[in-house]
């Protein structure tokens, strides 16, 4: 089981940018698709981008033109970069592990992270 921590979020001012990680404890998080989720205060968790075993990737189309999901070629860190921040991006996010795309398996999630808090400031 894939165990996950997220690193990144604080405090920013509207228009800025942040680049949150998700590190695995097992080196290859590859074997996993890795999905990035964010909750804003009293609103449900949301999916928000993932990447799949082959590379490829996929974001929620609300957020596809400022969010960007990569993973570093040691294939232990998933990225994911915010440009342009806005004050609804103010949310903690989570990082999963999951052995399907969110299409196809939505609820199948075998690992969460702790979570990265993000507040744009407004």
């Known amino acids: 089981q894939a165990q996950l921590v997220e690193s990144g979020g604080g405090l920013v001012q509207p228009g800025g940018s942040l680049t949150l990680s998700c590190v695995g404890s097992e080196r290859r998080l590859a074997q996993w698709t890795i999905r990035w989720y964010r909750q804003a205060p009293g609103k449900q968790r949301e999916?928000?981008?993932?990447?799949?075993?082959?590379?490829?990737?996929r974001v929620a189309t609300s957020v596809q033109d400022r969010f960007t999901i990569s993973r570093d070629n040691s294939l232990t860190t998933i990225y994911l970069q915010i440009r342009d921040l806005k004050p609804e991006d103010t949310a903690v996010y989570y990082c999963a592990a999951s052995p399907a795309p969110f299409l196809m398996a939505p609820q199948k999630v075998e690992a969460w992270g702790q979570g990265t808090r993000v507040t744009v400031l407004s």
């Open positions: 999916f928000v981008a993932e990447i799949y075993i082959n590379a490829k990737t």
